[in-house]
């Protein structure tokens, strides 16, 4: 099981990571976002930001469907979010490395090419 602070420590541990002041975690990466707390929205109620979910880049639709497919118990997505390559992740229900493959992926997807050349 992951927590927000597994997010935090791995999101920091990559090269050029920028952490965004936020009610919850908000990292980018050459100005583009890669992960973040989810912002909830309910009808009728304020938003709330959910740090037990994690909004990960995951680069296009074809992906974001797999994922939601795949491991539909750990991946939802929300309306707001249709069309959008993002997806969320409970962060309760991923293991810590299946988390650090998770970050990675989003924030080579990302990053600049000087930025991911160094990883490699």
Avoid: N
């Amino acid at each position: 099981m992951a927590d927000v602070e597994d997010v935090c420590r791995l999101a920091l541990a990559l090269p050029g990571v920028e952490e965004i002041h936020s009610e919850g975690f908000d990292f980018r990466v050459g100005g583009k976002g890669f992960v973040w707390s989810y912002p909830e929205r309910l009808p009728g109620q304020p938003r709330r930001i959910r740090t037990d979910v994690a909004v990960l880049y995951v680069g296009d639709e074809a992906e974001k469907q797999a994922l939601l497919r795949g491991e539909p118990d750990l991946f939802f997505t929300t309306p707001g979010y249709d069309g959008l390559p993002l997806v969320m992740c409970r962060l309760a229900a991923v293991d810590v490395d299946r988390l650090t493959e998770l970050v990675m992926d989003a924030w080579r997807m990302r990053a600049p090419d000087e930025l991911t050349a160094e990883l490699t």
